[in-house]
Protein backbone atom coordinates (compact mmCIF):
# COMPACT_ATOMS: atom_id res chain seq x y z
CA UNK A 1 0.00 0.00 0.00
CA UNK A 2 1.19 3.73 -0.70
CA UNK A 3 0.25 7.14 -0.23
CA UNK A 4 1.87 9.36 -2.61
CA UNK A 5 2.11 13.57 -3.53
CA UNK A 6 -0.85 12.76 -6.36
CA UNK A 7 -3.19 12.59 -4.09
CA UNK A 8 -3.94 8.81 -4.39
CA UNK A 9 -3.79 5.23 -2.25
CA UNK A 10 -2.83 2.33 -4.64
CA UNK A 11 -2.77 -1.26 -3.40
CA UNK A 12 -0.20 -3.52 -4.85
CA UNK A 13 0.69 -7.56 -4.97
CA UNK A 14 3.86 -7.79 -3.25
CA UNK A 15 4.68 -10.66 -5.22
CA UNK A 16 4.34 -9.43 -8.67
CA UNK A 17 4.10 -5.78 -8.31
CA UNK A 18 1.13 -5.29 -9.87
CA UNK A 19 -1.29 -2.61 -9.25
CA UNK A 20 -4.58 -3.84 -8.00
CA UNK A 21 -6.95 -0.83 -7.07
CA UNK A 22 -6.92 2.46 -7.01
CA UNK A 23 -8.96 4.47 -4.02
CA UNK A 24 -10.43 8.16 -5.06
CA UNK A 25 -11.66 10.52 -2.49
CA UNK A 26 -8.89 12.64 -1.14
CA UNK A 27 -8.85 16.10 -2.36
CA UNK A 28 -4.47 16.35 -1.99
CA UNK A 29 -2.16 14.37 -1.12
CA UNK A 30 -2.40 11.17 1.13
CA UNK A 31 0.50 11.65 3.70
CA UNK A 32 -0.05 8.12 5.50
CA UNK A 33 -1.98 4.64 4.96
CA UNK A 34 -2.20 1.68 6.95
CA UNK A 35 -4.50 -1.14 6.79
CA UNK A 36 -6.24 -3.25 9.74
CA UNK A 37 -4.97 -6.00 11.08
CA UNK A 38 -7.51 -8.26 9.50
CA UNK A 39 -7.07 -7.22 6.50
CA UNK A 40 -10.57 -5.33 5.86
CA UNK A 41 -9.94 -1.76 5.57
CA UNK A 42 -7.74 0.77 4.71
CA UNK A 43 -7.24 3.74 6.66
CA UNK A 44 -5.76 7.31 5.12
CA UNK A 45 -4.70 10.64 6.39
CA UNK A 46 -4.73 13.69 4.14
CA UNK A 47 -3.10 17.07 3.16
CA UNK A 48 -6.97 17.66 2.55
CA UNK A 49 -7.47 17.39 6.15
CA UNK A 50 -9.65 14.12 6.53
CA UNK A 51 -8.95 10.81 7.42
CA UNK A 52 -11.02 8.57 5.21
CA UNK A 53 -11.75 4.51 5.62
CA UNK A 54 -11.92 2.22 2.79
CA UNK A 55 -13.22 -1.18 2.23
CA UNK A 56 -9.81 -3.06 1.40
CA UNK A 57 -11.59 -5.38 -1.07
CA UNK A 58 -13.95 -2.91 -3.05
CA UNK A 59 -11.85 0.15 -2.66
CA UNK A 60 -15.44 2.06 -1.33
CA UNK A 61 -14.71 4.35 0.71
CA UNK A 62 -16.62 3.46 3.95
CA UNK A 63 -16.21 7.26 5.86
CA UNK A 64 -14.82 10.50 6.67
CA UNK A 65 -13.32 11.24 9.49
CA UNK A 66 -14.13 15.21 10.17
CA UNK A 67 -12.22 16.88 13.11
CA UNK A 68 -8.49 18.28 12.23
CA UNK A 69 -8.14 21.69 11.03
CA UNK A 70 -4.76 21.07 8.89
CA UNK A 71 -3.13 18.35 7.14
CA UNK A 72 -3.26 14.76 8.55
CA UNK A 73 0.16 13.88 8.70
CA UNK A 74 0.07 10.12 9.93
CA UNK A 75 -3.18 7.51 10.58
CA UNK A 76 -2.82 4.34 12.54
CA UNK A 77 -5.28 1.29 13.17
CA UNK A 78 -5.17 -0.03 17.06
CA UNK A 79 -4.24 -3.87 16.39
CA UNK A 80 -8.27 -4.80 17.46
CA UNK A 81 -9.22 -2.46 14.39
CA UNK A 82 -11.22 -1.15 16.84
CA UNK A 83 -9.96 2.40 17.11
CA UNK A 84 -8.15 4.96 14.84
CA UNK A 85 -5.25 7.30 15.70
CA UNK A 86 -4.06 10.35 13.43
CA UNK A 87 -1.89 12.86 13.90
CA UNK A 88 -1.68 16.45 12.10
CA UNK A 89 -0.63 19.93 11.35
CA UNK A 90 -3.23 21.16 14.05
CA UNK A 91 -0.60 20.02 16.69
CA UNK A 92 -3.38 17.14 17.77
CA UNK A 93 -3.35 13.51 18.14
CA UNK A 94 -7.12 12.02 17.93
CA UNK A 95 -8.25 8.65 18.69
CA UNK A 96 -11.66 7.40 16.44
CA UNK A 97 -14.31 4.62 17.18
CA UNK A 98 -13.14 2.89 13.41
CA UNK A 99 -16.66 1.31 12.93
CA UNK A 100 -18.64 5.00 13.19
CA UNK A 101 -16.17 7.36 12.60
CA UNK A 102 -16.64 9.44 16.14
CA UNK A 103 -14.33 11.18 17.80
CA UNK A 104 -13.47 9.62 20.77
CA UNK A 105 -10.79 12.11 22.22
CA UNK A 106 -8.55 14.75 21.84
CA UNK A 107 -4.81 14.36 23.05
CA UNK A 108 -3.07 17.67 23.69
CA UNK A 109 0.33 18.61 24.73
CA UNK A 110 2.23 18.91 21.27
CA UNK A 111 3.09 22.45 20.29
CA UNK A 112 3.75 21.92 16.94
CA UNK A 113 2.92 19.60 14.36
CA UNK A 114 2.53 15.95 15.12
CA UNK A 115 4.09 14.25 12.19
CA UNK A 116 4.05 10.10 13.69
CA UNK A 117 1.28 8.52 15.73
CA UNK A 118 1.22 4.50 16.40
CA UNK A 119 -0.37 2.49 18.57
CA UNK A 120 1.17 -0.58 21.10
CA UNK A 121 0.03 -4.04 20.26
CA UNK A 122 -1.69 -4.01 23.38
CA UNK A 123 -3.72 -0.95 22.30
CA UNK A 124 -2.88 0.28 25.74
CA UNK A 125 -0.51 3.17 24.57
CA UNK A 126 -0.25 5.40 22.03
CA UNK A 127 2.94 7.40 20.73
CA UNK A 128 3.87 10.44 18.93
CA UNK A 129 6.31 12.12 16.98
CA UNK A 130 6.36 16.20 16.70
CA UNK A 131 8.21 19.33 15.07
CA UNK A 132 8.39 20.64 18.56
CA UNK A 133 11.12 17.93 18.51
CA UNK A 134 9.75 15.32 21.46
CA UNK A 135 8.42 12.02 21.25
CA UNK A 136 5.26 11.64 23.94
CA UNK A 137 3.47 8.79 25.15
CA UNK A 138 -0.64 8.39 25.83
CA UNK A 139 -2.71 6.51 27.73
CA UNK A 140 -4.53 5.56 25.00
CA UNK A 141 -7.73 4.64 26.98
CA UNK A 142 -7.53 8.07 29.38
CA UNK A 143 -5.17 10.57 26.78
CA UNK A 144 -3.60 11.02 29.49
CA UNK A 145 0.18 11.88 28.36
CA UNK A 146 2.44 9.68 30.48
CA UNK A 147 5.66 10.98 29.59
CA UNK A 148 7.86 12.62 26.80
CA UNK A 149 10.67 11.39 25.47
CA UNK A 150 13.93 14.34 25.53
CA UNK A 151 16.68 13.92 23.22
CA UNK A 152 16.04 14.62 19.50
CA UNK A 153 17.72 18.47 18.71
CA UNK A 154 15.53 18.45 15.32
CA UNK A 155 11.89 17.00 14.20
CA UNK A 156 10.54 14.06 15.14
CA UNK A 157 9.38 12.33 11.62
CA UNK A 158 8.67 8.95 12.55
CA UNK A 159 7.70 6.86 15.60
CA UNK A 160 6.99 3.43 16.40
CA UNK A 161 6.79 0.77 19.02
CA UNK A 162 8.41 -2.69 19.32
CA UNK A 163 5.73 -5.65 19.40
CA UNK A 164 6.19 -6.69 22.68
CA UNK A 165 5.69 -2.78 23.57
CA UNK A 166 8.66 -2.80 25.20
CA UNK A 167 10.42 -0.33 23.12
CA UNK A 168 9.73 2.79 21.16
CA UNK A 169 12.04 3.85 17.70
CA UNK A 170 11.81 7.46 16.33
CA UNK A 171 13.98 9.07 13.68
CA UNK A 172 14.71 12.69 13.10
CA UNK A 173 15.41 15.26 10.74
CA UNK A 174 19.02 15.55 12.57
CA UNK A 175 19.74 12.09 10.86
CA UNK A 176 19.68 10.09 13.60
CA UNK A 177 17.48 7.20 14.65
CA UNK A 178 16.82 7.15 18.64
CA UNK A 179 15.35 3.62 20.52
CA UNK A 180 13.70 3.97 24.05
CA UNK A 181 13.01 1.86 26.85
CA UNK A 182 9.14 2.53 27.09
CA UNK A 183 8.44 2.14 30.67
CA UNK A 184 11.08 4.31 31.40
CA UNK A 185 11.26 6.97 28.18
CA UNK A 186 15.34 6.37 28.79
CA UNK A 187 17.08 6.34 25.56
CA UNK A 188 19.04 2.94 24.76
CA UNK A 189 20.73 3.91 21.89
CA UNK A 190 21.27 6.12 19.14
CA UNK A 191 21.93 4.55 15.26
CA UNK A 192 24.11 6.86 13.31
CA UNK A 193 24.93 6.27 9.91
CA UNK A 194 21.67 8.06 8.03
CA UNK A 195 23.63 11.34 6.21
CA UNK A 196 20.00 13.46 5.90
CA UNK A 197 16.84 13.86 7.90
CA UNK A 198 15.40 10.50 9.05
CA UNK A 199 11.67 10.28 7.44
CA UNK A 200 10.41 6.81 8.27
CA UNK A 201 11.43 4.10 10.54
CA UNK A 202 9.92 0.67 11.59
CA UNK A 203 10.66 -2.23 13.95
CA UNK A 204 10.42 -6.24 12.25
CA UNK A 205 7.71 -8.10 14.17
CA UNK A 206 10.31 -10.07 16.13
CA UNK A 207 11.92 -6.85 17.26
CA UNK A 208 15.61 -7.95 15.91
CA UNK A 209 16.06 -5.49 13.23
CA UNK A 210 14.80 -1.67 12.68
CA UNK A 211 14.28 -0.22 9.13
CA UNK A 212 15.14 3.50 7.93
CA UNK A 213 14.54 5.63 5.52
CA UNK A 214 15.72 8.63 4.55
CA UNK A 215 16.22 11.72 2.63
CA UNK A 216 19.67 10.40 1.22
CA UNK A 217 18.01 8.57 -0.99
CA UNK A 218 18.51 5.06 1.13
CA UNK A 219 16.89 2.72 2.92
CA UNK A 220 19.20 1.31 5.96
CA UNK A 221 18.34 -2.31 7.67
CA UNK A 222 19.94 -1.90 11.80
CA UNK A 223 20.16 -5.00 14.22
CA UNK A 224 17.84 -3.69 17.32
CA UNK A 225 20.03 -4.94 19.78
CA UNK A 226 23.24 -3.76 18.84
CA UNK A 227 22.52 -0.48 16.61
CA UNK A 228 24.89 -1.78 14.15
CA UNK A 229 23.95 -0.98 10.60
CA UNK A 230 23.11 -4.27 8.83
CA UNK A 231 23.04 -3.57 4.99
CA UNK A 232 22.56 -0.32 3.38
CA UNK A 233 19.98 -1.22 0.24
CA UNK A 234 20.01 1.27 -2.48
CA UNK A 235 18.02 2.33 -6.08
CA UNK A 236 15.60 5.06 -5.16
CA UNK A 237 16.97 8.08 -6.95
CA UNK A 238 15.33 10.59 -4.15
CA UNK A 239 14.08 10.78 -0.75
CA UNK A 240 12.90 7.47 0.85
CA UNK A 241 9.64 8.94 3.02
CA UNK A 242 8.35 5.91 4.22
CA UNK A 243 9.62 1.96 5.03
CA UNK A 244 8.09 -1.23 6.44
CA UNK A 245 8.67 -4.83 7.01
CA UNK A 246 6.31 -7.51 5.96
CA UNK A 247 4.82 -9.29 8.69
CA UNK A 248 6.89 -12.32 8.36
CA UNK A 249 9.61 -10.52 8.50
CA UNK A 250 11.25 -11.12 4.69
CA UNK A 251 10.53 -8.37 2.92
CA UNK A 252 11.06 -4.60 2.96
CA UNK A 253 8.70 -2.22 1.41
CA UNK A 254 9.48 1.40 0.25
CA UNK A 255 7.87 4.94 -0.90
CA UNK A 256 10.02 7.60 -2.07
CA UNK A 257 10.14 10.71 -3.99
CA UNK A 258 11.37 9.18 -7.25
CA UNK A 259 7.65 8.36 -7.10
CA UNK A 260 8.33 4.64 -7.07
CA UNK A 261 7.63 1.90 -4.31
CA UNK A 262 10.12 -0.93 -4.31
CA UNK A 263 10.04 -4.32 -2.58
CA UNK A 264 13.23 -5.10 -1.02
CA UNK A 265 14.50 -8.95 0.45
CA UNK A 266 14.83 -8.29 4.07
CA UNK A 267 17.68 -10.62 4.67
CA UNK A 268 20.39 -9.96 1.13
CA UNK A 269 19.23 -6.03 0.40
CA UNK A 270 18.33 -7.56 -3.07
CA UNK A 271 15.65 -5.25 -4.70
CA UNK A 272 12.83 -7.69 -5.41
CA UNK A 273 10.77 -5.48 -8.04
CA UNK A 274 9.69 -1.41 -8.54
CA UNK A 275 6.05 -0.83 -8.58
CA UNK A 276 5.31 2.33 -11.07
CA UNK A 277 2.18 3.86 -11.31
CA UNK A 278 2.43 6.81 -9.26
CA UNK A 279 2.94 10.26 -10.63
CA UNK A 280 4.15 11.79 -7.88
CA UNK A 281 6.19 11.46 -4.57
CA UNK A 282 5.07 8.73 -2.68
CA UNK A 283 4.60 9.50 0.81
CA UNK A 284 3.26 6.19 2.80
CA UNK A 285 3.77 2.49 2.20
CA UNK A 286 2.41 -0.98 3.82
CA UNK A 287 1.90 -4.26 4.02
CA UNK A 288 -1.18 -5.85 5.43
CA UNK A 289 -0.71 -8.38 8.00
CA UNK A 290 -1.31 -11.11 5.89
CA UNK A 291 1.37 -9.82 4.05
CA UNK A 292 -0.81 -10.47 0.48
CA UNK A 293 -1.55 -6.60 -0.07
CA UNK A 294 0.62 -3.61 -0.49
CA UNK A 295 -0.92 -0.33 -0.37
CA UNK A 296 0.73 3.10 -1.03
CA UNK A 297 -0.32 7.08 -0.74
CA UNK A 298 0.50 9.57 -3.20
CA UNK A 299 -1.05 12.88 -4.60
CA UNK A 300 -2.88 11.65 -7.46
CA UNK A 301 -6.09 11.13 -5.45
CA UNK A 302 -6.33 7.75 -5.96
CA UNK A 303 -6.06 4.53 -3.61
CA UNK A 304 -5.10 1.56 -5.78
CA UNK A 305 -5.08 -2.61 -4.20
CA UNK A 306 -3.47 -5.16 -5.39
CA UNK A 307 -4.18 -8.84 -4.33
CA UNK A 308 -0.75 -11.12 -3.51
CA UNK A 309 -1.81 -14.42 -2.83
CA UNK A 310 -1.59 -15.23 -6.32
CA UNK A 311 0.95 -14.34 -9.07
CA UNK A 312 -2.20 -13.54 -11.61
CA UNK A 313 -3.30 -10.00 -12.18
CA UNK A 314 -6.28 -9.51 -10.43
CA UNK A 315 -8.52 -6.08 -10.83
CA UNK A 316 -10.67 -5.43 -8.06
CA UNK A 317 -12.59 -1.98 -8.45
CA UNK A 318 -10.09 -0.48 -10.47
CA UNK A 319 -11.05 2.69 -12.94
CA UNK A 320 -10.16 0.96 -15.64
CA UNK A 321 -10.19 1.84 -19.09
CA UNK A 322 -10.82 0.14 -22.57
CA UNK A 323 -8.11 1.74 -24.86
CA UNK A 324 -7.00 1.40 -28.16
CA UNK A 325 -4.26 -0.69 -27.41
CA UNK A 326 -6.30 -4.05 -26.84
CA UNK A 327 -4.62 -4.48 -23.90
CA UNK A 328 -8.47 -5.48 -21.86
CA UNK A 329 -11.20 -7.19 -23.01
CA UNK A 330 -14.91 -7.29 -21.61
CA UNK A 331 -17.59 -10.42 -21.21
CA UNK A 332 -20.61 -11.32 -19.42
CA UNK A 333 -24.49 -11.59 -19.34
CA UNK A 334 -27.20 -9.18 -19.83
CA UNK A 335 -26.76 -9.46 -15.97
CA UNK A 336 -23.36 -9.14 -15.75
CA UNK A 337 -20.53 -7.80 -17.12
CA UNK A 338 -16.72 -8.47 -16.55
CA UNK A 339 -13.42 -6.80 -17.42
CA UNK A 340 -10.22 -8.45 -17.47
CA UNK A 341 -6.55 -7.70 -18.39
CA UNK A 342 -5.22 -9.47 -20.97
CA UNK A 343 -1.77 -9.96 -19.01
CA UNK A 344 -3.98 -12.05 -16.26
CA UNK A 345 -6.82 -14.85 -15.82
CA UNK A 346 -8.66 -13.54 -12.85
CA UNK A 347 -11.87 -11.30 -13.69
CA UNK A 348 -14.03 -9.05 -11.69
CA UNK A 349 -17.60 -8.69 -11.40
CA UNK A 350 -19.10 -5.11 -12.46
CA UNK A 351 -22.86 -4.42 -12.30
CA UNK A 352 -24.41 -3.27 -15.95
CA UNK A 353 -27.06 -0.98 -15.53
CA UNK A 354 -30.58 -0.65 -16.62
CA UNK A 355 -29.19 2.40 -19.09
CA UNK A 356 -26.73 0.00 -20.92
CA UNK A 357 -23.78 1.63 -18.99
CA UNK A 358 -21.29 -1.08 -17.34
CA UNK A 359 -21.15 0.60 -13.71
CA UNK A 360 -17.88 0.00 -11.76
CA UNK A 361 -17.94 -0.99 -7.78
CA UNK A 362 -17.31 3.41 -6.96
CA UNK A 363 -20.36 4.08 -9.46
CA UNK A 364 -18.32 5.09 -12.47
CA UNK A 365 -19.66 4.70 -15.57
CA UNK A 366 -17.20 2.50 -17.36
CA UNK A 367 -18.44 1.86 -20.90
CA UNK A 368 -22.14 1.73 -23.01
CA UNK A 369 -23.41 -1.61 -24.40
CA UNK A 370 -25.70 -1.27 -27.20
CA UNK A 371 -28.75 -2.92 -26.37
CA UNK A 372 -28.66 -5.81 -29.14
CA UNK A 373 -25.25 -6.75 -27.86
CA UNK A 374 -24.95 -10.40 -26.58
CA UNK A 375 -21.51 -9.67 -24.55
CA UNK A 376 -21.57 -13.05 -23.35
CA UNK A 377 -20.29 -13.73 -27.12
CA UNK A 378 -16.76 -14.21 -28.36
CA UNK A 379 -17.18 -12.75 -31.52
CA UNK A 380 -17.54 -8.94 -30.03
CA UNK A 381 -14.68 -6.87 -31.55
CA UNK A 382 -15.40 -3.62 -30.77
CA UNK A 383 -15.96 -1.82 -27.47
CA UNK A 384 -17.46 1.71 -27.12
CA UNK A 385 -16.33 3.42 -24.18
CA UNK A 386 -16.48 6.50 -22.71
CA UNK A 387 -13.17 6.80 -23.23
CA UNK A 388 -12.62 5.98 -27.04
CA UNK A 389 -12.90 2.75 -28.08
CA UNK A 390 -10.86 -0.88 -28.25
CA UNK A 391 -10.73 -3.13 -31.33
CA UNK A 392 -10.58 -6.96 -29.23
CA UNK A 393 -9.12 -9.84 -31.11
CA UNK A 394 -10.50 -13.38 -29.95
CA UNK A 395 -8.73 -15.57 -32.73
CA UNK A 396 -6.55 -16.51 -30.26
CA UNK A 397 -9.24 -17.42 -27.76
CA UNK A 398 -11.13 -20.95 -27.03
CA UNK A 399 -14.76 -20.74 -27.06
CA UNK A 400 -16.83 -22.32 -23.96
CA UNK A 401 -18.58 -21.60 -20.72
CA UNK A 402 -15.74 -19.85 -19.36
CA UNK A 403 -13.90 -18.60 -22.61
CA UNK A 404 -12.43 -15.15 -21.52
CA UNK A 405 -10.06 -17.28 -19.07
CA UNK A 406 -8.99 -19.66 -21.50
CA UNK A 407 -7.30 -16.69 -23.50
CA UNK A 408 -3.51 -17.50 -25.01
CA UNK A 409 -1.42 -14.46 -25.98
Given amino acids: MSGSNDKSLRVWDASTGVELKELKGHTSSVNSVM ?3 DGTQIVSGSHDDSVRVWDASTGVELKE ?3 HTHSVNSVAFSSDGMQIVSGSDDKSVRVWDAS ?17 VAFSSDGMQIVSGSDDKSVRVWNASTGVELKELKGHTSEVNSVAFSSDCMQILSGSSGSSVRVWDASTGVELKELKGHTSSVNSVAFSSDGMRIVSGSDDDSVRVWDASTGVELKELKGHTHSVNSVAFSSNGMQIVSGSDDKSVRVWDASTGVELKELKGHTHSVFSVAFSNDDMWIVSGSYDDSVWVWDV ?5 ELKGHNSRVNSSGRQIVSGSHEQAWVASMIGSNHVTWNLADTNWIIT ?11 EVVLRLPDLILIISCFGFADVDFCQSMIGVNWIDCYTP
Avoid: C, I, Y
Fill in 35 to 37: FSS
Fill in 65 to 67: LKG
Fill in 100 to 116: TGVELKELKGHTHSVNS
Fill in 309 to 313: STDDV
Fill in 361 to 371: PFGQKLMWVPP
